[in-house]
């Protein structure tokens, strides 16, 4: 049996004939930048999100650029954020001639310290951006207390999250700002780049609405100085389509999770905590192992592909070596990247494939050990 890590062309036969008859008629429409269809999906996202505002942007990452100006974040500020993240969520906030600063993982949840952040506050701290990593949220309560305590903002970056939520409260609302991305393997996925940012004020929304044309209202006036940060039509349309389904597709994600963790259960190795009284919507299932990289080639060998999010931490990357961290700064971030280890994902999979990848793993560690 083969099982791929992600299965996007499963995906797509289930929606075909949904996805192709929407592509042709903004292809017969002839509006492509900035259409009714792109309003359409901010409406939709939003209410599906129970949220008042939401922009539509060209990536996950511009969504956290904008969302961080929006902020009013200036340069030479302090964002806080963790190490273990996709490098996007770092880069965004340079963009922004910020500062990123880091905060140790908590190593239960893999999301950020909240008992970390208050040592890492500063003069020029003027933002958090929790990460609600694998689709897990952080812990909320906490960080928004120490953030209204210290007058910070908090901008969620939940780019592997859709659909998931704290204390019944869809992520992405409960900040300031919250960013997703809609790059093509994400749960809700576009087919190509694409992004959105939901906003809790009226004026963060039309700000980033500016911004992301070109600081333009009005067709060659430039307000701002602005971005071709833009979401296109048909990626709308496709994404309408698709967040139809969301529901459904994290439901069915959330049921692959818990038969691998009663099928995982009494392996030697650790698996996932849900944080109480959230919900995870399982963008990735890791386990933690050692020996990470002969458990993934073994996994290969035996037709099963694998993943690991993320490798390397952002502070011990070879292109931010000019921060100035080194290994041991962050160990419970650097331990997790030693030994994260993401196992196949995505609703389209059968039960006989999971319980295939939970076979092969309980061999291959019982091997090992
Ligand atoms: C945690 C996180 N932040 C930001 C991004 C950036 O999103 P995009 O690739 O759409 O720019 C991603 C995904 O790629 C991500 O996983």
Avoid at 94 to 108: G, K, T
Avoid at 292 to 313: D, F, K, T
Wanted: hydrophobic share 40%; net charge neutral; glycine share 8%.
């Amino acid at each position: 049996m083969k099982v791929p890590y992600l299965d996007l062309k499963a995906q797509y036969q289930t929606i075909s004939s949904e996805i192709n008859g929407e592509v042709k008629r903004v292809l017969e429409s002839g509006a492509f930048i900035l259409s009714p269809e792109l309003e359409s999906l901010e409406t939709e996202f939003a209410s599906f999100s129970g949220c008042e505002h939401a922009v539509g942007v060209s990536s996950g990452t511009s969504a956290l650029h904008l969302a961080i100006l929006a902020a009013g974040i200036k340069p030479g500020d302090e964002v806080l954020t963790v190490s273990m993240t996709f490098v996007a969520t770092v880069a965004a906030i340079e963009y922004a001639r910020a500062i990123p600063r880091f905060v140790d993982i908590n190593p239960l949840y893999q999301t950020i310290d909240t008992e970390k952040i208050g040592s890492a506050i500063t003069k020029k701290t003027k933002a958090i951006i929790p990460v609600h990593l694998h689709g897990q949220s952080c812990d909320m309560a906490p960080l928004l207390a120490l953030a209204e305590q210290h007058g910070l903002t908090v901008i969620e970056d939940a780019a592997q999250a859709h659909a998931a939520s704290y204390h019944g409260k869809t992520l992405g609302t409960l900040g300031r700002l919250g960013c997703f991305s809609f790059y093509p393997g994400k749960n809700l996925g576009a087919y190509g780049e694409g992004g959105m940012v939901l906003c809790a004020n009226k004026e963060d929304a039309d700000q980033i609405k500016l911004l992301r044309n070109w600081g333009s209202s009005r067709r060659y006036h430039h307000e701002q100085r602005g971005f071709n940060y833009r979401l296109d039509a048909i990626q709308s349309a496709i994404l309408r389509v698709k967040l139809r389904h969301l529901e459904a597709w994290t439901q069915r994600r959330r049921e692959i999770a818990s038969l691998y963790t009663q099928s995982l259960r009494g392996v030697p190795l650790t698996l996932p905590s849900e944080l109480p009284n959230s919900r995870h919507v399982y963008h990735i299932y890791a386990v933690r192992v050692k020996s990470r990289e002969q458990v993934a080639q073994m996994l290969l060998e035996r037709g099963i592909q694998s993943n690991s999010h993320y490798p390397i931490p952002v502070h011990l990357q070879e292109g931010y070596r000019d921060l100035g961290y080194q290994t041991g700064d962050f160990p419970e971030s650097e331990k997790m990247a030693n030994e994260t280890l993401s196992l196949p994902i995505y609703p389209e999979m059968t039960n006989e494939q999971v319980l295939f990848v939970s076979e092969q793993l309980k061999e291959i560690v019982s091997k090992l050990s």
